[in-house]
């Protein structure tokens, strides 16, 4: 089972910083945070991972919560090409599977 | 440089028939996952392969699954004796190393089963 909780949907205006959140509240102190992406008809894509650090790279940030319970992804500005199916996931313990949940459908808007 | 390549990108086959789908991963990378995704539905795992080790196979649905990864490099998913709900998006994705290595993913091949 995923052990991640997201939102199952998001709007976003063109432009705007979208935030997408994740609950994870049985994360292990060895396990990532790693988000991905999928557009309509594509393979999922990397976004970003983190441990406890908040993370930044030219695609978004992540913010990891103190705790490690739950975690944010940013994007800054949101542009109609991130329309897209955002998946967080907790890496499994000290093996090697990403179980993926359901996601976050974000639709950004004009 | 090149990604993950999946072929055929669609395939249409008889309920009954065996199937298989084709992985090249990214060259040097040494992990292997095969994913599959219904119509509408999250990523299933299926399995997973890392260098000589023997695969993580505890995804698999059913014993009509089956999956090869020969030298290293490129895999193979067969799956016997097709049936409908077996229809799906199967995605491959290869990465660098296992742990804390992201995934890099091909665009998949649709099944579907007549």
Not at chain 1, 31 to 40: A, D, F, G, L, S
Not at chain 2, 8 to 21: I, Q
Not at chain 2, 101 to 113: E, Q
Request: aromatic residues 8%; hydrophobic residues 30%; glycine residues 8%.
């Amino acid at each position: 089972d995923a052990k991640t909780t997201q939102p199952t949907s998001m709007d976003c205006a063109e432009g705007r910083a979208a935030n997408l959140p994740c609950n994870h509240s049985t994360i292990s102190g060895n396990e990532y945070v790693y988000w991905y992406r999928q557009i309509h008809s594509q393979g999922p894509q990397y976004i970003i991972h983190g441990l406890k650090n908040n993370e930044t790279n030219e695609m978004a940030s992540l913010i990891i919560t103190e705790d490690r319970k739950s975690s944010t992804l940013i994007l800054p500005h949101a542009t109609l090409r991130d329309t897209a199916v955002y998946y967080c996931i907790v890496r499994e313990g000290n093996t090697d599977k990403l179980i993926f949940g359901t996601g976050t459908r974000l639709q950004v808007f004009p | 440089g090149a990604g993950v390549s999946q072929s055929p990108s669609n395939k249409v086959t008889e309920k009954g028939k065996d199937v298989e789908l084709r992985c090249d991963p990214i060259s040097g990378h040494t992990a292997l996952y095969w994913y599959r995704q219904s119509l509408g539905q999250g990523l299933e795992f299926l399995i997973y392969f890392q260098g000589n080790s023997a695969p993580d196979k505890s995804g698999l649905p059913s014993d009509r699954f089956s999956a090869e990864r020969t030298g290293g490099s490129v895999s193979t998913l067969t799956i016997q004796r097709t049936q409908q709900e077996d229809s799906a998006v199967y995605l491959c994705a290869s990465s660098l190393q296992s742990y804390n290595s992201p995934l890099h993913f091909g665009n998949g091949t649709r099944l579907t089963v007549t």
